[in-house]
């Protein structure tokens, strides 16, 4: 299972993270024609290797022209609703910009959907953060963690004066977060290291600490603007893989009859968003004669408690049973097709034992979205990604 972690110990901000992904592998074209695919005329984008402490990072700007007036978030939220992108990435997209905007209209004391960003930054934000979630469904991984945030120090000049670091959006949306003043022992990192569209994106991108053990695979940097001389002042991104072999895992059951089926879905997201592995129901006969059903999930070991948690807080039940069970897995990775220069899909990969070869399997919503979007029976979009998946993948074993 092909895993990535974001490492920023400098911070985090969109370009950091657009750079990173470009520095361990992410194509520099899919990033050029991001502007294009999402209707921002006149924009343009510069891709340069450049250093930060001596290390080698890649750096991302935009340069995008004047812009008549800003946009409200709300309208944002629209625009990522009708991009062509898979519904994965739109789904991350829209829930970071309303994370967004309920920070700020926390902040302002105005409704998140009227949160109103400037003229540039509106445009610089959804290119952000639809071309970092976007770039990771590129990188086919199958998770996102992340070690503690730097937060930097000081002030921050603001529309209405200086102040404290982190800004105060940014320290809502870092609500739940790992923290520190900066990662490896560092002096603290200067002025503003992590953005709200920084925070955003490790709120929707990731399942918080990494598993304790993982392989690694390559690493890259993204920089920031700004070159300070005691430390690299970029974004590191781990790309590793997780053991295929047996492992430990938590399984937790609980039985309810008193919850109406029609919110087992909305329980099912709220777990996996917890970091469930798979949510399983059934029907089940209970005492009295009456109906019910059981639902049980599995979860990696560090995150049982919190998944336990989001259980008792999204179903009726008043207890759950747990306990450890050995899980043996294939490796596996996620490949992206186009279907259409505007329609992906992403499609997870298995690799068999003792070379027998691979299987593949389209994701679900992102067929769904590829029907929709091209007029076409789900099944047969299902067909089309499975014959490209497999000769992609032959392709790159020639």
């Not at 709300?74 to 991009?83: D, F, M, Q, S, Y």
């Not at 089940?284 to 004669?289: F, N, P, R």
């Amino acid at each position: 299972m092909r895993i990535a972690i974001l490492d920023p110990a400098a911070g985090i901000s969109g370009d950091m993270t657009l750079g990173a992904l470009l520095s361990v592998g992410v194509p520099a074209a899919w990033l050029e024609e991001l502007p294009r695919r999402l209707g921002l005329a006149g924009v343009s984008i510069s891709i340069r290797e450049v250093a930060r402490c001596g290390v080698g990072c890649t750096q991302v700007e935009f340069a995008i022209p004047e812009q008549p007036h800003g946009r409200h978030v709300g309208e944002l939220v629209r625009l990522v609703e009708r991009a062509p992108v898979s519904a994965w990435v739109k789904e991350r997209a829209v829930r970071a910009f309303r994370l967004i905007g309920d920070a700020e209209g926390r902040v302002h004391n105005v409704p998140p959907e009227k949160v109103h960003l400037h003229e540039v930054g509106a445009v610089d934000a959804l290119l952000d953060i639809v071309g970092a979630i976007e770039g990771f469904e590129r990188l086919g991984v199958e998770a996102v963690y992340n070690l503690p945030i730097a937060v930097g120090n000081g002030w921050v000049e603001a529309a209405h004066g200086k102040l404290p670091v982190p800004a105060p959006a940014t320290a809502i949306l870092l609500e739940g977060l790992e923290v520190t003043a900066a990662g490896g022992g560092l002096s603290p990192v200067e002025g503003e290291a992590t953005t709200p569209t920084g925070a955003a994106l490790v709120r929707v991108l990731t399942s918080g600490a990494p598993p304790a053990r993982w392989r690694m695979a390559r690493s890259g940097w993204g920089a920031g603007r700004r070159d300070p001389s005691h430390y690299p002042n970029a974004l590191r991104l781990l790309v590793a893989e997780q053991a295929a072999e047996a492992g430990q895992v938590v399984l937790l059951a609980t039985d309810v009859d008193d919850m109406s089926p029609e919110y087992v879905e909305p329980l099912r997201q709220a777990l996996a968003t917890a970091g469930a592995i798979d949510v399983q129901t059934w029907p089940v006969q209970m005492k009295k004669g009456r109906s019910g059903f059981r639902v049980e999930v599995m979860v990696p070991q560090e995150l049982a408690d919190a998944v336990t948690t989001a259980l008792f807080r999204h179903s009726t039940t008043a207890g759950i049973r747990r306990w450890v069970a050995e899980r043996a897995t294939l490796p596996r990775r996620h490949v992206t097709v186009q279907l259409s220069p505007e329609v992906a899909v992403r499609v997870k990969v298995l690799e068999q034992p003792d070379a027998g070869g691979v299987r593949v399997k389209p994701e679900y919503d992102d067929v769904l979205a590829a029907a929709r979007a091209l007029g076409r029976p789900p099944l047969e979009i299902a067909r089309a990604a499975e014959r490209d998946a497999e000769a992609l993948v032959a392709k790159s074993k020639e």
